[in-house]
């Protein structure tokens, strides 16, 4: 079956996902984490993609991002492949590490972007990895909850400004990012209706 093409644009915004083969682990610690971030930041310093958001699981991850002239295929697979090599010399293997190509949905709309930030933020407490989302040092949500110490290469000012006009002020409060996302938490898995979608 031919692949379809991306719907894909400069500037246009996309949640990007992807997962190991047979869910298995492709981040396996922190520092598998934190080099995969760091391909992100080099990507994003390089011009290649805008990063607003991301969470990175043990088993997958999840990125809201907004492509430049580069183009969101060329810019994932730079990341991709650099991060795979990385993997594979380090844990002595070969082969694929991801299941196919990346996965990625337009995000054509405010409201869905900020049903998607919230989504990748809590996407940790879902995997019971954390409590909150500020909690989970692989994730976006920390830098948004806290006035120091954020990443140049994280783009906020769309996230700040969608947050500043929820809770209807003028600057951007890191506290209100923090309880807007809130303490939140799955009921047990006997008592789920739906299922948590990862």
Known sequence: MPKTNRRDRPGARHHVMNRGIAK????PDLAAKRRFLG???????????IIEAYSILDT???????????GLSKAMMRVLNAYVRYFNRRFRRDGSL???RFRSILVDSIEYAIRLLRYIDRNPVVARMC??????PAGSA?????????????????????ITS????????????ARWIGPWRWLPRARRRTPAVQ
């Open 39 to 49: 391909l992100l930041a080099c990507a994003a310093r390089r011009g290649d993609l």
């Open 98 to 100: 991801f299941r196919g």
């Open 24 to 27: 298995r682990t492709c981040f």
């Open 60 to 70: 997958h991850f999840h990125l809201m991002v907004r492509s430049t002239e580069v």
């Open 166 to 177: 929820i809770h209807r002020r003028r600057l951007f409060e890191p506290s209100d990012y």
């Open 142 to 162: 920390r830098f948004y909850a806290r006035s120091s110490r954020r990443p140049l290469w994280l783009e906020r000012a769309a996230v700040e400004r969608w």
């Open 131 to 136: 409590d909150h989302p500020v909690q989970y």
